[in-house]
């Protein structure tokens, strides 16, 4: 990341690259962004370009690997089950909170965080997508589990090398790499089956919400399902984990900050057993810090899009930096939302 922005600020924006003998374009300017993902988005100038290809070993058919009518109907049939009535009484991450709390050692010296959060956002993702948590953090050298969790994190790996690849993506891969993909989904495979066995015979909390009983009434065939489940997981685990990683590791950094966001959370916890999501929405400060914490280290740092035909990016070209820029049928367009957040001037 700190590369880009060596780039961009010794260069300036947009600027153009040579990559294994392809030529890529970068940009970190709003107007570009919003042409890029929405305005001509819509028009069809752009596409995912490879990452379907990618990502498909592990991710399958899902929202997160799909573009145009597949991806829209995807998104219509799973947006409803993000309403914050799903899971306003915070009981889903319970649980894995206490779960935490008992893993980190009541002894002085260094804790590393970063893989307690990441099997807490496991665990919380689980429950939430499967009404079942794999309870990560309790028995992390369970077999099933642990097998589990490090197939994931494999198979993770080997898609963040094919990433950077693009088109020659398919250099890296081989039986390792399809072998935690295997485990990923015999593992997704066994839980969907139990849980909607389950279901059908009449067993199980009645009345219970859960992500994938609901969506499997509209998603019937199990493979598809699998794939839209696991596209939510990795989502949902990452994203949260990384978030969590960074706010620790900068809040230690800025003392004051932490003081002052110690004494909102003290003061909104004071007399109450419970919160619930509109204790959190008042908390302005904790609100703040997430926010920062996003601008400085987001979730999604760098992104690339293709460009179906030719087209253009609105600004950055020319003497002064104001004109069109001339995007060439198939060109890469990289975005770095990581350096645009550090731009002086915005």
Same mark, same amino acid.
């Given at each position: ?76 049939? &799973?947006?409803?089950? @993000? ?11 319970? /649980?894995? %909170? ?9 002894? /002085?010296?260094? %804790?590393?965080?970063?893989?307690? @959060? ?15 948590? %794999? ?57 969907? /089956? ?57 809040? %230690?950094?800025?003392?004051?900050? &932490? ?36 601008? &400085? ?15 253009? &990016? ?33």
């Amino acid at each position: 990341m700190e590369l880009f922005l060596f780039h961009f600020q010794q260069t300036g924006n947009p600027l153009e690259q040579v990559f294994l003998g392809t030529k890529a374009f970068g940009t970190i300017e709003p107007a570009n962004l919003e042409a890029m993902l929405a305005t001509n988005f819509k028009a069809l100038d752009y596409s995912m370009g490879p990452r379907r290809d990618i990502t498909l070993p592990m991710f399958g058919d899902g929202i997160f690997t799909q573009e145009g009518a597949a991806w829209k109907h995807s998104r219509d049939l &799973l947006r409803p089950q @993000f309403v914050h009535k799903q899971y306003e009484d915070l009981t889903v991450f319970r /649980e894995a %909170v206490d779960d935490l709390l008992d893993a980190i050692p009541h002894s /002085e010296g260094v %804790v590393d965080l970063q893989p307690l @959060f990441f099997r807490l956002t496991l665990d919380t993702t689980t429950a939430f997508l499967f009404g079942e948590s %794999v309870r990560s953090l309790r028995a992390p050298d369970k077999v099933g589990e642990q097998t589990f969790a490090d197939a994931f994190n494999i198979a993770q790996e080997y898609v963040a090398k094919r990433f950077r690849l693009l088109d020659l993506y398919w250099l890296i891969g081989g039986r390792k790499f399809q072998e935690a993909c295997d485990n990923v989904h015999k593992f997704a495979d066994q839980i969907i /089956e139990r849980k909607l066995q389950t279901k059908e015979n009449g067993a199980g909390h009645e009345g219970g919400y859960t992500f994938l009983g609901a969506v499997s009434k509209e998603i019937p065939d199990r493979h598809a399902l699998r794939s839209q489940i696991i596209n939510i997981l990795v989502a949902g685990r990452d994203t949260t984990a990384c978030l969590l990683s960074w706010t620790f590791f900068t809040l %230690v950094r800025y003392p004051r900050v &932490l003081a002052k966001l110690r004494e909102e959370i003290a003061l909104a916890c004071e007399g109450k057993s419970q919160l619930n999501r509109n204790d959190l929405r008042n908390m302005a400060y904790l609100q703040n810090v997430i926010r920062e914490t996003l601008r &400085l280290y987001p979730s999604v740092p760098f992104n690339t899009r293709t460009a179906t035909k030719t087209t253009i &990016l609105p600004t950055g070209g020319g003497p002064d930096r104001t004109s069109p820029v001339l995007i060439p049928n198939g060109s890469a367009v990289a975005y770095s939302v990581y350096s645009m957040h550090r731009r002086p001037d915005l």
